[in-house]
């Protein structure tokens, strides 16, 4: 078996679950480079497109971020926040909203605003187009780094909506419905219950215990029984990602 | 009627004090720098601030106090760093600030561009933006119910500032407005009551008449255009000039302090006459010339403003 790194495993596990004729919202660095490596193998007609106005880029040069015309190369048409956010994913046809995150709950609300701790509160960026992704896209993937001040019983700030307060309480507070929440870490995949909307662990990757899982997270997590392990990187998949790479992590 | 005026013109008939002003930059990409600059120039204060996405303009406006309210939808330099003005006035609880999301300040603005009252949308809900705005008693959110499908929404007042400025590629003596790649900045463009254009090139009306197809803004809605060449630096403008990654950099790391912040807005604002003199202190044409873009890219490719 090839040698991998833990956040190769991380794209390739997330592109898998992205299949061909998706359209998908995404962000910088993992996400965009799951989404290419998909493109490039099992998924050639994914549509994907930034918030801020680009659809369907090709890139051939690393950014630093959605603003970066490196990033919008290529691609099939311009538009605006209106295009993408009010209409695209407002409309209801954008099919994966592919996000990063600083924290999550365990009814995977994201937290993208500020943290708090003893000295106060400490704000970072926002939601820029995060809440509205999360709002509209019919299901969500989340990638981030396992750690327990992480993926917490609260979020500091709900930036975003995941499965709210569980059940059907997303519904009722008027957000549209939801197909649901996957998360993508350097431990494990996650996904929110159909009924409880809560995160269930449904595949441990190479090498890691639950234990380890458990002392990673800080609430209590589901873990489905007989949990499977995640299918490693294939060589082809490796050898496209590590090509192609185009925001260069 | 020709409506090209020198920016610090068009400034000066901006209120001193109390100003509502909107502002079209996206992250590092056509921010209204000069326009910005121009405004801690002359002194402006308590400006009501607004902008879809936040970026250096706005973080240079709250840094130098200019500021009395700014309604946003989250902003950073991108990789470069983050808003620290904006930020640790959040965190002191200073210059009112109102956090929102992209899209619900873009539909506020859309509003304002139909002269519609308000428009009704279900982003916000069930966030804690919602919850702070709605608890501070922000008289443009509003939780109400749609008389057709009797669901939940939230009704965004619409927002029509007195003065909004873009920066973009070109305009030409009507105001006819030439932008390239994405335009994130209509919705603010067209919401304002007076819209002032900088942009980097003039072109003349007999150009827009041969290429109507690259207007995307008519003179309608244009109340003023500066020509201010390198009118966004550091920050890029599609396939004109990249940013200029160090000149961002420094940025990141002097916004952290107010001190070093103070420093910085001293030397390069405070302390130039203009944007010319600005760009002077930077390196002049020759630093300009290493950010001109390869047209065939948008960008300086193998270099320039590449991390």
């Known amino acids: 078996m090839a040698e991998y790194s833990t956040n190769e495993l991380m794209a390739v596990t997330a592109a898998r679950r992205l299949q061909n004729g998706m359209i998908v919202a995404v962000g910088l660095g993992l996400p965009q480079i799951a989404s290419f490596l998909a ?23 690393s950014g630093v971020g959605i603003a970066d015309p490196r990033l919008w190369y290529g691609n099939d048409s311009f538009t605006g926040l209106m295009g993408t956010l009010g209409e695209i994913l407002q409309k209801g046809v954008c099919d994966i909203g592919f996000l990063g995150s600083l924290q999550l709950d365990r009814y ?8 708090k701790d003893a000295n106060g509160v400490k704000h970072l960026t926002g939601s820029g187009g995060a809440a509205d992704i999360a709002t509209f896209s ?5 990638i981030m780094r396992h750690e327990k001040r992480k993926f917490v019983e609260h979020v500091d700030w709900v930036t975003s909506v995941g499965c709210y307060k569980g059940k059907k309480s997303r519904e009722e507070a008027g957000l549209p419905r939801t197909e649901g929440v996957t998360v993508f870490t350097n431990l494990c995949v996650m996904e929110t219950g159909a009924e409880s909307g809560e995160l269930e662990v449904v595949s441990l990757h190479p090498g890691v215990t639950i234990e380890q899982l458990k002392e990673n997270t800080g609430f209590d997590v589901i873990i489905r029984d007989n949990l499977p392990v995640t299918p490693e990187p294939t060589e082809d998949e490796l050898r496209v990602l590590r090509e192609q790479n185009p925001a260069g992590v | 009627m020709n409506k090209i005026r020198e920016l610090s013109d068009i400034v000066r008939e901006i209120p001193d004090r109390g100003a509502e002003i909107g502002l079209g930059g996206f992250i590092i990409n056509r921010c209204c720098m000069a326009f910005a600059a121009e405004l801690i120039r002359q002194g402006k204060k308590e400006i009501e601030l607004t902008s879809v996405s936040g970026n250096m303009e706005s973080d240079l406006l709250v840094g ?4 009395k309210s700014y309604a946003y ?14 930020n640790e006035a959040i965190e002191q609880g200073r210059y009112n600030i109102k956090e929102f999301s992209n899209l619900s300040m873009a539909l506020r603005m859309t509003a304002g561009t139909m002269g519609v009252p308000f428009i ?25 119910e749609s008389p057709f499908d009797g669901e939940r929404y939230v009704f965004l007042k619409k927002l029509q500032p007195e003065y909004v400025c873009i920066h973009a590629q070109a305009a030409d003596e009507l105001g006819n ?24 090139r003039l072109v003349s009306n007999q150009y827009v008449k041969n290429n109507q197809d690259k207007v995307t803004i008519p003179g309608v809605y244009t109340y003023a255009v500066a020509i201010v060449p390198y009118g966004a630096f550091p920050a890029a403008v599609y396939k004109e000039y990249d940013y200029d990654a160090e000149a961002l950099t420094h940025y990141a790391k002097v916004n952290q302090k107010q001190e070093t912040f103070d420093e910085y807005l001293n030397e390069y604002i405070l302390g130039t006459k203009d944007h010319n003199e600005l760009l002077e202190k930077w390196g002049g044409l020759a630093r300009m010339n290493a950010l001109r873009a390869d047209p065939a890219y948008g960008y300086v490719k193998g270099g320039g403003g590449h991390q």
């Not at chain 1, 493109?39 to 040069?61: C, R, S, W």
């Not at chain 2, 932008?179 to 254009?197: M, N, R, S, Y």
Request: glycine share 10%.
């Open chain 1, 39 to 61: 493109k490039a193998t099992h998924a050639p007609d994914l549509t994907m497109f930034y918030e801020v106005g680009v659809v369907n880029p090709q890139p051939i040069d």
């Open chain 1, 108 to 115: 995977a609300n994201l937290n993208s605003s500020l943290v």
């Open chain 1, 138 to 142: 019919k299901h969500v993937f989340v």
């Open chain 2, 64 to 67: 130098a106090g200019c500021v």
């Open chain 2, 73 to 86: 939808g989250g902003g950073s330099l991108d990789h470069f760093g983050r808003l620290s003005r904006v």
């Open chain 2, 120 to 144: 009704p949308t279900k982003t916000l809900l069930g966030t804690d933006m919602l919850e702070k705005l709605l608890a501070d008693k922000e008289d443009s959110v509003y939780i109400g």
């Open chain 2, 177 to 200: 407005v030439l932008i390239e790649g994405p335009v994130w900045d209509l919705e603010t463009a067209k919401a304002g009551k007076k819209l002032i254009v900088t942009a980097d």
